[in-house]
Nanobody, 120 residues
Framework: QVQLVESGGGSVQAGGSLTLACVSS????????MGWYRRQAPGKQRELVA????????HYDKSVEGRFSIARHNPENAVYLQMNNLKPEDTGVYYC?????????????WGQGTQVTVSS
């Protein structure tokens, strides 16, 4: 059974930094692309903000490019998101998941997420 456990969120002022971590179990982590998703408000769709492929290629949504950095550590089945120069619009619940999984499986394995709150 796949489990994804996110941590590292918190409350910061605009311009601050946070580092999020996600540890997975039950999946062949090194063979999966991994991503960080953000839900900015309850009921709103999660949006993919950063991706790192199994080969280490990184891609960012334009809203976070230049400020966020994604990394993975396969031996620990972990993916990280370094968030710098945070803005109030970065506020939301952050989740990790695998963009390369079929939609139905990805929907079934969401973790609890970690809350990020950025005040102006």
């Amino acid at each position: 059974q796949v489990q994804l456990v996110e941590s590292g969120g918190g409350s910061v002022q605009a311009g601050g930094s946070l580092t999020l971590a996600c540890v997975s179990s039950g999946m062949n982590f090194s063979l999966n692309d991994m991503g960080w998703y953000r839900r900015q408000a309850p009921g709103k769709q999660r949006e993919l903000v950063a991706t790192i492929t199994r080969g280490g290629f990184m891609h960012y949504d334009k809203s976070v490019e230049g400020r966020f950095s994604i990394a993975r550590h396969n031996p620990e089945n972990a993916v990280y998101l370094q968030m710098n120069n945070l803005k109030p619009e970065d506020t939301g619940v952050y989740y990790c998941n695998s963009p390369s999984e079929p939609d139905s499986h990805r929907e079934a394995i969401w973790g609890q997420g970690t809350q990020v709150t950025v005040s102006s």
